[in-house]
């Protein structure tokens, strides 16, 4: 199986950052794109930013120029740095990684359980 653990979630003040941790472990013989979703109450899980093992990043219209994501391919890390955030950042925050367990196997996606951030205004 494969495990993603997110971690550095919290309750940060609005204009606040927070950086978030994700690493994947288990049977992994090559991870694709990596990245963040976010799902806040009510609402659908949606993109924050991607990352492909290239380096090749996509950022959200709301991540654009507060979000950071990166990646470090030798620990199978992926990290979101948020800064400036927003009482609308409020959400629940998800890992995702495509993985590829053996050489002869498809890729499947892999979710973390999620990590909560809280913006207050």
């Known amino acids: 199986q494969v495990q993603l653990v997110e971690s550095g979630g919290g309750l940060v003040q609005a204009g606040g950052s927070l950086r978030l941790s994700c690493v994947a472990s288990?049977?992994?013989?090559?991870?694709?794109?990596m990245g963040w979703y976010r799902q806040a109450p009510g609402k659908q899980r949606e993109l924050v930013a991607e990352i492909t093992s290239g380096g090749s990043v996509n950022y959200a219209d709301p991540a654009k120029e507060r979000f950071t994501i990166s990646r470090d391919n030798t620990k199978n890390t992926v990290n979101l740095q948020m800064n400036s955030l927003k009482p609308e950042d409020t959400a629940v925050y998800y890992c995702?990684?495509?993985?590829?367990?053996?050489?002869?196997?498809?890729?499947?996606?892999?979710w973390g359980q999620g990590t909560q951030v809280t913006v207050s205004s």
């Open positions: 288990g049977i992994i013989f090559r991870i694709g794109t």
């Open positions: 995702n990684a495509v993985v590829q367990r053996t050489r002869w196997s498809a890729y499947n996606d892999y």
